[in-house]
């Protein structure tokens, strides 16, 4: 798909490229590092011979990624939500941390892969979990933002979203 821009805008692969020399030159120097890397992608890029998963990756985190791309923010700006997982049996063992703080746009599902990894330590049986809210079943797709507005909405604004986590059942 990049490859029918860059035939379409001429020139733009060439700026591109300058624009990525300049930026990884400029990190690099903050950091102290050398630049030799930076003119042999140049010529790589320049070429058509360099591709998407060879391009040079920063190689500190550095603490302002998102500052320009909102789209790297990794949900930190959305609105946070907190809940606690209770187990509903006493046959599941209670997770060492229960409270966790996460975006309200994470799903049931993600909670159900969060527990099969921590309880059985294999994040492909999430399914062998089921979500509770209110002693009612919660759908795979539900979000937290829409559990919290449309099953917690008459608890305190402070009070974490509890939901009980127990084994599958087939009906």
Not at 10 to 39: C, T, V, W, Y
Not at 42 to 61: L, W
Not at 95 to 102: A, D, G, V
Request: net charge negative; glycine share 4%; with cysteine.
């Amino acid at each position: 798909m990049q490859d029918i821009v860059y035939k379409l805008v001429p020139g733009m692969q060439e700026q591109e490229a300058k624009r990525r020399i300049e930026f990884n030159q400029q990190k690099r120097l903050e950091r102290g590092e050398d630049s030799e890397e930076d003119e042999e992608y140049a010529t790589q890029y320049m070429n058509g011979t360099s591709d998407h998963a060879t391009e040079p990756q920063p190689t500190s985190h550095d603490e302002n990624c998102c500052e320009n791309n909102p789209a790297a923010a990794h949900h930190r700006l959305d609105d946070a939500v907190v809940i606690e997982l209770v187990p509903g049996d006493k046959s599941i063992e209670p997770l060492e941390r229960p409270y966790i703080r996460l975006s309200g746009f994470a799903t049931i599902n993600t909670i159900k892969r969060y527990v099969a990894l921590i309880l059985l330590h294999d994040l492909t049986k999430y399914n062998d979990f089921d979500i509770f809210c209110n002693n009612e079943l919660m759908g795979r797709d539900y979000s937290m933002a829409f559990i919290l507005k449309t099953r917690w909405r008459n608890k305190p604004k402070d009070e974490p979203l509890k939901l009980l986590y127990k084994a599958h059942i087939d009906f």
